[in-house]
């Protein structure tokens, strides 16, 4: 399906958007190369999460283009845009598990709803996906009965059902402990790997953009003003790079 003309699964060009008189993204331009795991940072409030909603298509751009494998995001219609859906995982901010499903039965969900013929059995396939994040215990617990952490790990296991070639993840180490954290990061980076993954990861932990992330992007004011490595941010002139450095440090 790679069939655009660089063959990087995630291009984006020109990017804007604005809520009423509110202008969130002024003209956002980056390209992923397959495997790549990207650090989208910046402060609370910048757009991080309305990117990532445009690059699934939940929300559409008031102006530019989003080719997620080969596939432009901003002209499919709802049948198309389903079936390219199933290729990219996603990761909300809030695991967002179905409190009246088991552990299992939440990571079934899409396997049941997007099952091809001749496919492992959807139970056989959770657990498999469970037991590579560490849950294979767990299976019969509800969500109110596991940490936050733990919900984590679902919500991974669950982005990862249908075997996407690109995963987003919104502040998938928001509000867990400093270790649990540095946990689901190298879970994420082990499992990217493992799968030749392509991966934006939004985060406002610098220590696991530092430590997991080949590239990072840094918004503000609705443009990136640093693109490239942890070492790129450090030694940028770029004022409010310099002063978001500072506040993390
Ligand atoms: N559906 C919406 N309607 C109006 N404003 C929105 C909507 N979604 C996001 N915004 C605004 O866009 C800005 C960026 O939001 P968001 O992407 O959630 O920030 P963050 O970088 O913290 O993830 C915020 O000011 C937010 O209030
Ligand atoms: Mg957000």
Same mark, same amino acid.
């Given at each position: 399906?790679?069939? $655009? /003309?660089?063959?990087?699964?995630?291009?984006?060009?020109?990017?804007?958007?604005?809520?009423?008189?509110?202008?969130?993204?002024?003209?956002?331009? =980056?390209?992923?190369?397959?495997?790549?795991?990207?650090?989208?940072?910046? #402060?609370?409030?910048?757009?991080?999460?309305?990117?990532?909603?445009?690059?699934?298509?939940?929300?559409?751009?008031?102006?530019?283009?989003?080719?997620?494998?080969?596939?432009?995001?901003? @002209?499919?219609?709802?049948?198309?845009?389903? @079936?390219?859906? !199933?290729?990219?995982?996603?990761?909300?901010?809030?695991?967002?598990?179905?409190?009246?499903?088991?552990?299992?039965?939440?990571?079934?969900?899409?396997?049941?709803? %997007?099952?091809?013929?001749?496919?492992?059995? +959807?139970?056989? #396939?959770?657990?498999?996906?469970?037991?590579?994040?560490?849950?294979?215990?767990?299976?019969? !617990?509800? +969500?109110?009965?596991?940490?936050?952490?733990?919900?984590?790990?679902?919500?991974?296991? #669950?982005?990862?059902?249908?075997? +996407?070639?690109?995963?987003? =993840?919104? $502040?998938? *180490?928001?509000?867990?402990?400093?270790? *649990?954290?540095?946990?689901?990061?190298?879970?994420?980076?082990?499992?990217? !790997?493992?799968?030749?993954?392509?991966?934006?990861?939004?985060?406002?932990?610098? %220590?696991?953009?530092?430590?997991?992330?080949?590239?990072?992007?840094?918004?503000?004011?609705?443009?990136?003003?640093?693109?490239? *490595?942890?070492?790129?941010? /450090?030694?940028?002139?770029?004022? =409010?790079?310099?002063? =978001?450095?500072?506040?993390?440090?």
């Amino acid at each position: 399906m790679e069939n $655009e /003309q660089n063959g990087n699964p995630v291009t984006v060009e020109g990017l804007r958007k604005s809520f009423g008189a509110q202008a969130v993204l002024k003209g956002v331009s =980056f390209s992923l190369a397959r495997g790549q795991i990207l650090s989208v940072l910046g #402060r609370s409030g910048t757009g991080k999460s309305v990117l990532l909603r445009l690059l699934i298509g939940l929300d559409k751009p008031d102006a530019g283009s989003i080719r997620m494998n080969g596939d432009e995001i901003t @002209e499919l219609g709802l049948e198309k845009l389903n @079936e390219s859906r !199933k290729n990219i995982g996603f990761l909300f901010q809030q695991a967002a598990l179905y409190d009246s499903l088991s552990i299992e039965e939440n990571v079934e969900f899409p396997l049941r709803r %997007h099952r091809k013929a001749g496919e492992a059995e +959807p139970r056989e #396939r959770a657990h498999q996906l469970l037991a590579s994040v560490g849950l294979e215990k767990d299976l019969n !617990k509800m +969500p109110s009965q596991i940490s936050g952490g733990m919900k984590k790990r679902v919500a991974l296991a #669950r982005a990862l059902a249908l075997d +996407p070639s690109i995963v987003l =993840f919104d $502040e998938p *180490t928001a509000g867990l402990d400093p270790i *649990t954290a540095a946990e689901i990061g190298r879970l994420i980076v082990d499992l990217s !790997k493992q799968r030749n993954m392509t991966s934006v990861v939004v985060t406002h932990d610098m %220590h696991a953009a530092k430590c997991f992330s080949d590239r990072l992007i840094l918004l503000s004011d609705g443009k990136i003003v640093v693109d490239g *490595t942890f070492e790129d941010l /450090q030694n940028s002139t770029d004022e =409010f790079a310099k002063r =978001f450095l500072s506040d993390c440090a």
